[in-house]
Each structure stands twice: as structure tokens, then as C-alpha cells.
């Protein structure tokens, strides 16, 4: 059974860096391409990057820069590196595996 | 980068009647691969998404035959022959034929 399990959410201040990690289980995180979607508070989904098999990643104009998608292929885990965070990062991020399975998220507030 | 248009943004709807949303995007969605890469999401509320509808009119595994998606190119809609009460939520189509992949802004299903 395919499980993704976020983490590493919390309340910081603007300015500040935060790494989300996401716990695979069921099958590989190398084998699908990975994506983060984030979702703020009351608003609908917002892309935010993805991974591809091959390595390839791609982010949002609004984290390009300040984001880094990540995977550690050992650990199973996606990751998703934020820095310099701002208040309009708040929102519910989740992962997903591919276009069909996706974590329950992890709330970021920026304040 | 690829715009995704919803109509209706909400939809009240009584019980066992029909209800349709409609998707459009800014360039066409057909890959060179053959597929086209348009996805139907339902959000319930205090819910992640959950996949419904893939590639345009493939229903993932456990979605009622009730959902159903159709169109092509620009141009897509989801149906939902006979709405029950466990259908209420948001409702939102996706593109991923390219970076940056984007949503739809969502519609609000709700019953009367």
C-alpha cells in the first residue's frame, strides 16, 4: 500500500528556513515523479515543484529560488528545502506521488 | 505557463440530479506521447485531494461509475450522472503535460 507521510511543518518567522520531509512507503521514491502542492488557509491547491524520476525539477515562479525539491533515494524520503520564507508561504503543504496518492500535509505558518 | 479555467466556481445541486464542471486550458494538453494530461480531483472537506479522473476520462480505482470525464485538446468536463450527499467538496481539474503544472481555481459542489 502507497503511504506519504509529510513532517517538519511548524510556525516561523518571516525570514526563516524550514525542510519538509516526506515519508514514502509502497514503493520508491525514485520510480514516480514527486511533487509538493501547497494549499493556504481557506484557498484553493497552488503547484509548487515537482521531481521527476530522472532527477529533473521544476518549482512555481512564487518559490523559484528560495525552494529546493530534494529526494534521498536510501531514506525513501522527498524532502522540500524552504528558505527565506514569507507570510504568503502559509499553507497546508502536501506530497503526492504522481497524478494518484497523497499525505494528509504538514501546516507552514510564516508570522 | 498553462492557465486552468473552472466554470462553474460553485454548484448546489439536490440529490440524484445531475451536475457537469468544465475545464479549460490555455494550450492544449495533448502530449506527443498521445496521452493528455488532465486530471479531476475531489477535496472533501478536511481532506488531501483524491484522484477521481485521469488522463481525461480514465476513472481511478474505487471512484463510482457515476463520475465520469470527457474532452479533449483545451476543452474538458467532468459529469456526475446522479449526485449523492458524499459527493460535496471542491472539486478541481489539473494539468501536468508540462512544467509549471497548475489547477483549476476549484468549484464548491454542495447540496440543496
Known amino acids: 500500500e502507497v503511504q506519504l507521510v509529510e513532517s517538519g511543518g511548524g510556525l516561523v518567522q518571516p525570514g526563516w528556513s524550514l525542510r519538509l520531509s516526506c515519508a514514502a512507503s509502497?514503493?520508491?521514491?525514485?520510480?514516480?515523479?514527486m511533487s509538493w502542492v501547497r494549499q493556504a488557509p481557506g484557498k484553493g491547491l497552488e503547484w509548487v515543484s515537482v521531481?521527476?524520476?530522472?532527477?529533473?525539477?521544476y518549482y512555481a515562479d512564487s518559490v523559484k529560488g528560495r525552494f529546493t525539491i530534494s529526494r534521498d533515494n536510501s531514506k525513501n524520503t522527498l524532502y522540500l528545502q524552504m528558505n527565506s520564507l514569507r507570510a504568503e508561504d502559509t499553507a497546508v503543504y502536501y506530497c503526492a506521488r504522481g497524478s494518484s496518492s497523497w499525505g494528509q500535509g504538514t501546516l507552514v505558518t510564516v508570522s | 505557463d498553462i492557465v486552468m479555467t473552472q466554470t462553474p466556481l460553485s454548484l448546489s445541486v439536490t440529490p440524484g440530479q445531475p451536475a457537469s464542471i468544465s475545464c479549460k486550458s490555455s494550450q492544449s494538453l495533448l502530449h506527443s506521447d498521445g496521452k493528455t494530461y488532465l486530471y479531476w480531483y475531489l477535496q472533501k472537506p478536511g481532506q488531501p485531494p483524491q484522484l477521481l479522473i485521469y488522463?481525461?476520462?480514465n476513472r481511478f480505482s474505487g471512484v463510482p461509475d457515476r463520475f465520469s470525464g470527457s474532452g479533449s485538446g483545451t476543452d474538458f468536463t467532468l459529469k456526475i450522472s446522479r449526485v449523492e450527499a458524499e459527493d460535496v467538496g471542491v472539486y478541481y481539474c489539473m494539468q501536468s503535460i508540462q512544467p509549471p503544472y497548475s489547477f483549476g481555481q476549484g468549484t464548491k459542489l454542495e447540496i440543496k
Open positions: 488522463e481525461v476520462s
Open positions: 509502497g514503493f520508491t521514491v525514485s520510480s514516480k515523479y
Open positions: 521531481i521527476h524520476s530522472g532527477g529533473s525539477t
